[in-house]
């Protein structure tokens, strides 16, 4: 089983349309984050949290929401989506080194949403 | 303006061809790391190199070698005898913490390498 786990995997959804993409992960990890992906774009930071009390905007928050229901889950919701919301979304853990800082990032397998 | 600027959007070699990816970075923390990851077509996101801002000596890992140069902010990547299976996205990351956000890890736009036989 993926360390890092996201669902659902695809998924296309009206305009409007309330959605939730949904993160688990195994490794124990504080920190979770969720990035989307756009051509041309890299990879830009939506939401991320350091512990379940913890939860920061990213570069790109408009549109979204975040809930960190337990050190493990980190839910992403777009509360009436918007074609331009369409791409590939990964949610990300990360551990702490002895200074306090992240270690490497480990990633889910991404969701790919289509908003129409 | 850019944390991590990738300038090279796409590269294109044949096999066996030495090729280098180029990342500058922009921070403001004294300490900072840097990282490296690979994306093959298949989508995920593979980690290949953390470095902290206090090492500078280059690494080199089989075909791999990176060069961090903190006098010019950057932290460069180089293939050697590239193959086939090196044709992937590459992202270069910087994880720097500010005082309003906290320990935040920002990505490049990223590099397309294509390698031919």
């Known amino acids: 089983d993926a360390d890092v786990t996201q669902t659902p995997r695809n998924r296309i959804t009206k305009t409007g349309k309330r959605i939730m993409l949904e993160c688990s992960q195994t490794k124990g990890h504080d920190r979770m984050y969720w990035y989307r992906q756009d051509p041309g774009l890299g990879l830009r930071l939506i939401y991320y949290s350091f512990d379940v009390k913890d939860i920061n905007k990213g570069e790109i928050s408009d549109g979204y929401s975040v809930s960190r229901q337990a050190q493990a889950k980190f839910s992403l919701s777009l509360e009436s989506a918007i074609p331009n919301q369409t791409a590939l979304y990964f949610c990300?853990?990360?551990?702490?080194?002895?200074?306090?800082?992240?270690?490497?990032?480990?990633f889910g397998q991404g969701t790919r949403l289509t908003v129409v | 303006a850019q944390k991590v600027t990738q300038a090279q959007t796409e590269i294109s070699v044949v096999e066996k061809e030495d090729v280098t990816l180029d990342c500058v970075y922009e921070t403001r923390d004294t300490t900072y790391y840097l990282f490296w990851y690979k994306q093959p077509p298949s989508g995920e996101l593979v980690f290949l190199i953390r470095r902290n801002s206090f090492d500078e000596q280059n690494e080199i890992s089989g075909r791999y070698s990176w060069n961090f140069q903190k006098s010019t902010s950057s932290f460069n990547f180089t293939i050697t005898a590239s193959q086939v299976v090196d044709s992937a996205v590459y992202f270069c990351a910087l994880s720097e913490w500010q005082k309003s956000s906290g320990d935040k890890l920002t990505f490049g736009t990223g590099t397309r390498l294509a390698v031919r036989p």
């Open positions: 990300a853990t990360s551990s702490r080194d002895s200074l306090g800082r992240n270690t490497e990032a480990f």
